[in-house]
């Protein structure tokens, strides 16, 4: 069974900066894509960034030039550093990692999995 643990969340200023972390266990066969998305109170969940098995990356319009994913693929962990961060930045992010679970299953799609959610808030 694949989990994905969220750490790095917390309170911070507006301004200040967080590191957040995401690492998969459990037994699984490759890792695709890794990516995070949030969800701020009565909103719809939206990207924040993407990055791919090859390291090319994708942001959201809101957050480009301040925030900055990262990948480990040794310890199958994902990070996103959050700097320059503003009160609108304050939701539950997400990560996500689109994966393969067996060699078998290389002949079919690839399966998302979620983490839990960890609550970023951005406040004076």
């Known amino acids: 069974q694949v989990q994905l643990v969220e750490s790095g969340g917390g309170l911070v200023q507006p301004g200040g900066s967080l590191r957040l972390s995401c690492a998969a266990s459990?037994?699984?066969?490759?890792?695709?894509?890794m990516a995070w998305y949030r969800q701020a109170p009565g909103k719809q969940r939206e990207l924040v960034a993407t990055?791919?098995?090859?390291?090319?990356?994708n942001y959201g319009d809101s957050v480009k030039g301040r925030f900055t994913i990262s990948r480990d693929n040794a310890k199958n962990t994902v990070y996103l550093q959050m700097n320059s961060l503003k009160p609108d930045d304050t939701a539950v992010y997400y990560c996500?990692?689109?994966?393969?679970?067996?060699?078998?299953?290389?002949?079919?799609?690839?399966?998302?999995?979620w983490g839990q959610g960890i609550q970023v808030t951005v406040a004076s």
């Open positions: 996500n990692f689109n994966m393969y679970n067996t060699r078998a299953d290389t002949l079919f799609a690839p399966r998302d999995y």
């Open positions: 459990g037994s699984f066969f490759s890792i695709n894509a």
């Open positions: 990055i791919g098995s090859g390291g090319s990356t």
